[in-house]
C-alpha cells in the first residue's frame, strides 16, 4: 500500500522545467525523507502532492486521491508543516490550536498537542513573542492536531537548537509509531538519517536514487579511510578496503598505540554532495 | 455556520487586539469628524443644513469604507504572506468560511463605528436621527449595499499587493482621493463638474448621498447634483459595484503569494 505514489510527474514555470519525469513511491506508515539542492524540484513537487500547485503531466495519487482537487475530507486526514514558519497577529498559541482543532473532523485535545510539541509554558503567549524555534512547534502542532494520516514535513527544523532538534525527532518518531505516515524535506542529512527509513535524492526535476540512508549511493561499499598521526605530529590519510589490515601494520610500526587513530566511513552527507557534483556535471 | 461564527470570532479578536487597527479603522473616522466639526462649527450651506451635519454622513460612509475596504486590501496581503491563507487552504476549512469571519467581523466593527459616529454627532453636532421608517429603511440598505461593494473590492483589490507592506500603498491613496472628490471632506456640488461625473462611478458618492437622504431635511434634496436624492440610482450603482466585486473576487483571490519556490 502506498500513500504517496508519482508517476512521470513535470511542471514547468514558463520556460524553465522545474519538475521533468519524477517517480516517487512512500510506502503506508514510512518515514522517507526527501533530500535535494535549492531549485532542484523538492519544494515544487511536494507543494503539488500537498494541493496548493497544478501540474502540467504525471499521475499522482496521495492516500487514494488526486491531490490537484483536493477535497475537505482529503485535506482532514493530511497534516502540513510548511516551510517557513506562519505568523498569526495578536493571537496565543492555545486559540490558535484550539482554532485548527476546530476544522477537523476527529481532531487530537488541543492542550495535549501543545504540551506535546512542548509548548505548554508559552500556550498563552502571543505569537510574536514567540522565538523562531517556538513558532515552528506551534507550525507543528497545526499540522498534526487533525490527526492526520500522512503528514508533510518541509523543513521542520530550521531555526531548532540541537537539543529542541532531538526532542522534535522523538516527537516525528513518535508520530511515526502510531502509524502516521512521513514525508520529510531536509538539509540536514543527519536528520534525514535518523529519522527516514528510505531517503530519496531530488536532481534536476528528477529522482536519482531511492534507498535507506545506509545504502544510498553506495555508501556501504564505500571505502573507509583510516587517519593516524605520523611521528612528524602531522596527520595521514589513507582509503584503504582493508582496514583492519592497515591498522594491525600501523600498531606494529608504531609498537602498540597508534597515535590520532580514526577509522571513518564516508556519512551520509559525503555520499550526498558526491551525488549532487555528478549530476550537475551530467 | 458554526464554523464561520468561530472564525468571526477570531478574527474580530484579531481586530480588536491590534491597535493599529483600532485607532486607524475605527478612530480614524471619529477623530476625524471632531477635527471636522469643531473648525466649521455651524457654517451653514443651503436649504438649513450645517456643513458639520453635512459632514457627518459622509464620516459614517467613510467609516463604512475604511471597516471594509481598507481593512481588508491592507490585511489580507499581510495574512497573505505570512502564510496564514496558506496554512487555512491546508485544513479541511471550506474557503468561504475564511470570507464569512471577515463579513462577520466588519458587520461587527461597522456597527458600533456608526453607532459611535451617530452618538457623538446627535450629542454635540446638532444631527437628528431619521423620524420616519422608510429613512431608517433606507440607512438599512444603504449601509448594507455600501459596506458589501466595498468588502467584495477590498478582498479583490488584496490581490494587486504583491507583498505584505504594499497593502495599505494600494488602498490608502484610493481611500483617500475619494474622500476628497466623493462629498466627504467638500460639498459634492461645490467640486468640479468633471470630478463630480468621476466620482459617481465609484460607490462612495452614492453611500455619501443615501446617507444624506436618511439624514438632512427632504429640503436638502434640491441641494444634490440631479436636485433629487435618486433612490434608484443609489440602489442600482453599488449593487452593481457589489456583482463587480464578487466577479473579480472569484477571478483573482490568491491564496499563496506570487514568489514561492
Given at each position: 500500500?502506498?500513500a504517496?505514489?508519482?508517476?512521470g510527474?513535470?511542471?514547468?514555470?514558463?520556460?524553465?522545467t522545474?519538475?521533468?519525469?519524477?517517480?516517487?513511491?512512500?510506502?503506508?506508515?514510512?518515514?522517507f525523507?526527501?533530500?535535494?539542492?535549492?531549485?532542484a524540484g523538492k519544494?515544487?513537487?511536494?507543494?503539488?502532492?500537498?494541493?496548493?500547485?497544478?501540474?502540467?503531466?504525471?499521475?499522482?495519487?496521495?492516500l487514494?486521491e488526486d491531490?490537484?482537487?483536493?477535497s475537505?475530507?482529503?485535506r482532514?486526514?493530511?497534516g502540513?508543516?510548511l516551510q517557513?514558519?506562519?505568523?498569526?497577529d495578536?493571537?496565543?498559541?492555545?486559540e490558535?490550536?484550539?482554532?485548527?482543532?476546530?476544522?477537523y473532523?476527529?481532531?487530537?485535545?488541543?492542550?495535549?498537542v501543545?504540551?506535546?510539541?512542548?509548548?505548554?509554558?508559552?500556550?498563552?503567549?502571543?505569537?510574536?513573542?514567540?522565538?523562531?524555534?517556538?513558532?515552528?512547534?506551534l507550525?507543528?502542532?497545526?499540522?498534526?492536531v487533525?490527526?492526520?494520516?500522512?503528514?508533510?514535513l518541509?523543513e521542520?527544523t530550521?531555526?531548532?537548537?540541537?537539543?529542541?532538534?532531538?526532542?522534535?525527532?522523538?516527537?516525528?518518531?513518535?508520530?511515526?509509531?502510531?502509524?502516521?505516515t512521513?514525508?520529510?524535506?531536509?538539509h540536514?542529512?543527519?536528520?534525514?538519517?535518523?529519522?527516514?527509513a528510505?531517503?530519496?535524492?531530488?536532481?534536476?526535476?528528477?529522482l536519482?536514487?531511492?534507498?535507506t540512508p545506509?545504502?544510498?549511493?553506495?555508501r556501504?561499499d564505500a571505502l573507509?579511510?583510516?587517519t593516524?598521526?605520523?611521528?612528524?605530529?602531522?596527520?595521514?590519510h589513507?582509503?584503504?578496503?582493508t582496514?583492519?589490515?592497515?591498522?594491525s601494520r600501523?600498531?606494529?610500526?608504531f609498537?602498540?598505540?597508534?597515535p590520532?587513530?580514526?577509522?571513518?566511513?564516508?556519512?551520509?552527507e559525503?555520499?550526498?554532495?558526491?551525488?549532487?557534483?555528478?549530476e550537475?556535471?551530467? | 455556520?458554526?464554523?464561520?461564527?468561530?472564525?468571526?470570532r477570531l478574527?474580530?479578536?484579531q481586530f480588536?487586539?491590534s491597535?493599529?487597527s483600532?485607532v486607524f479603522?475605527?478612530g480614524?473616522?471619529?477623530i476625524?469628524?471632531?477635527?471636522?466639526?469643531?473648525?466649521?462649527?455651524?457654517?451653514?450651506?443651503?436649504?438649513?443644513?450645517t456643513?458639520?451635519q453635512?459632514?457627518?454622513?459622509?464620516?459614517?460612509?467613510?467609516?463604512l469604507m475604511?471597516?471594509?475596504?481598507?481593512?481588508?486590501?491592507?490585511?489580507?496581503?499581510?495574512e497573505?504572506?505570512r502564510?496564514?491563507?496558506?496554512r487555512?487552504?491546508g485544513t479541511?476549512?471550506p474557503?468561504?468560511?475564511?470570507?464569512a469571519?471577515?463579513?462577520l467581523?466588519?458587520l461587527?466593527?461597522?456597527?458600533?463605528?456608526?453607532?459611535?459616529?451617530?452618538?457623538?454627532?446627535?450629542?454635540?453636532?446638532?444631527?437628528e436621527?431619521?423620524?420616519?421608517?422608510?429613512?431608517?429603511?433606507?440607512?438599512?440598505?444603504?449601509?448594507?449595499?455600501?459596506?458589501?461593494?466595498?468588502?467584495?473590492?477590498?478582498?479583490?483589490?488584496?490581490?494587486l499587493?504583491?507583498?505584505?507592506?504594499?497593502?495599505?500603498?494600494?488602498?490608502?491613496?484610493?481611500?483617500l482621493?475619494?474622500?476628497?472628490?466623493?462629498?466627504?471632506?467638500?460639498v459634492?456640488?461645490?467640486l468640479?463638474?468633471?470630478?463630480?461625473?468621476?466620482s459617481?462611478?465609484?460607490?462612495?458618492?452614492?453611500?455619501?448621498q443615501?446617507?444624506?437622504?436618511?439624514?438632512?431635511?427632504?429640503?436638502?434634496?434640491?441641494?444634490?447634483?440631479?436636485g433629487?436624492?435618486?433612490?434608484?440610482?443609489?440602489a442600482?450603482?453599488?449593487?452593481?459595484?457589489?456583482?463587480?466585486?464578487?466577479?473579480?473576487?472569484?477571478?483573482?483571490f490568491?491564496?499563496?503569494?506570487p514568489?514561492?519556490?
Amino acid at each position: 500500500m502506498n500513500a504517496i505514489s508519482v508517476r512521470g510527474l513535470r511542471k514547468t514555470y514558463g520556460g524553465t522545467t522545474a519538475v521533468d519525469g519524477l517517480d516517487l513511491e512512500v510506502h503506508a506508515g514510512e518515514i522517507f525523507a526527501l533530500l535535494g539542492p535549492n531549485g532542484a524540484g523538492k519544494t515544487t513537487t511536494v507543494e503539488i502532492l500537498e494541493g496548493f500547485r497544478k501540474r502540467d503531466a504525471g499521475e499522482v495519487t496521495v492516500l487514494g486521491e488526486d491531490p490537484a482537487a483536493p477535497s475537505a475530507a482529503w485535506r482532514g486526514r493530511v497534516g502540513l508543516v510548511l516551510q517557513g514558519t506562519g505568523e498569526f497577529d495578536n493571537l496565543t498559541v492555545r486559540e490558535i490550536v484550539h482554532h485548527f482543532a476546530g476544522f477537523y473532523p476527529d481532531a487530537d485535545d488541543p492542550d495535549a498537542v501543545i504540551a506535546r510539541v512542548g509548548l505548554a509554558e508559552k500556550a498563552r503567549a502571543r505569537t510574536h513573542a514567540l522565538s523562531g524555534g517556538q513558532k515552528r512547534r506551534l507550525d507543528v502542532a497545526l499540522g498534526i492536531v487533525g490527526r492526520p494520516e500522512l503528514l508533510f514535513l518541509d523543513e521542520p527544523t530550521t531555526g531548532f537548537d540541537p537539543e529542541a532538534r532531538r526532542e522534535f525527532w522523538e516527537l516525528v518518531r513518535d508520530l511515526n509509531a502510531g502509524g502516521t505516515t512521513i514525508l520529510l524535506t531536509t538539509h540536514y542529512l543527519d536528520e534525514a538519517e535518523a529519522l527516514a527509513a528510505r531517503v530519496g535524492v531530488i536532481a534536476a526535476g528528477r529522482l536519482v536514487e531511492v534507498s535507506t540512508p545506509a545504502d544510498l549511493g553506495g555508501r556501504q561499499d564505500a571505502l573507509p579511510t583510516v587517519t593516524w598521526r605520523n611521528p612528524a605530529g602531522g596527520l595521514v590519510h589513507e582509503r584503504t578496503a582493508t582496514p583492519t589490515a592497515l591498522v594491525s601494520r600501523l600498531a606494529g610500526e608504531f609498537g602498540g598505540e597508534v597515535p590520532g587513530l580514526a577509522i571513518n566511513r564516508p556519512t551520509l552527507e559525503d555520499i550526498y554532495l558526491r551525488m549532487i557534483e555528478t549530476e550537475a556535471a551530467k | 455556520m458554526k464554523l464561520a461564527l468561530r472564525q468571526g470570532r477570531l478574527e474580530t479578536l484579531q481586530f480588536l487586539r491590534s491597535r493599529e487597527s483600532v485607532v486607524f479603522t475605527l478612530g480614524f473616522p471619529v477623530i476625524m469628524l471632531a477635527i471636522f466639526a469643531s473648525i466649521f462649527g455651524g457654517t451653514e450651506i443651503d436649504g438649513g443644513v450645517t456643513l458639520t451635519q453635512y459632514f457627518v454622513t459622509g464620516m459614517i460612509a467613510t467609516g463604512l469604507m475604511t471597516v471594509s475596504f481598507q481593512n481588508l486590501g491592507i490585511w489580507i496581503p499581510i495574512e497573505r504572506d505570512r502564510g496564514v491563507l496558506k496554512r487555512y487552504r491546508g485544513t479541511p476549512m471550506p474557503k468561504w468560511v475564511y470570507f464569512a469571519g471577515k463579513v462577520l467581523m466588519i458587520l461587527g466593527i461597522a456597527i458600533a463605528e456608526t453607532v459611535v459616529l451617530l452618538l457623538m454627532s446627535v450629542l454635540f453636532f446638532g444631527l437628528e436621527l431619521p423620524s420616519t421608517a422608510a429613512r431608517w429603511l433606507a440607512f438599512g440598505w444603504v449601509s448594507l449595499l455600501g459596506i458589501t461593494a466595498c468588502t467584495l473590492l477590498g478582498i479583490a483589490i488584496s490581490s494587486l499587493a504583491r507583498t505584505s507592506r504594499s497593502g495599505s500603498a494600494v488602498v490608502t491613496p484610493i481611500a483617500l482621493i475619494l474622500q476628497f472628490t466623493s462629498g466627504v471632506f467638500l460639498v459634492f456640488t461645490s467640486l468640479p463638474g468633471w470630478m463630480q461625473s468621476v466620482s459617481a462611478i465609484f460607490p462612495l458618492k452614492w453611500m455619501c448621498q443615501g446617507l444624506r437622504y436618511v439624514f438632512l431635511p427632504d429640503s436638502f434634496a434640491a441641494q444634490e447634483p440631479a436636485g433629487t436624492w435618486e433612490l434608484g440610482r443609489i440602489a442600482l450603482v453599488l449593487g452593481l459595484w457589489c456583482v463587480a466585486g464578487l466577479a473579480l473576487c472569484l477571478t483573482t483571490f490568491r491564496w499563496t503569494a506570487p514568489r514561492e519556490g
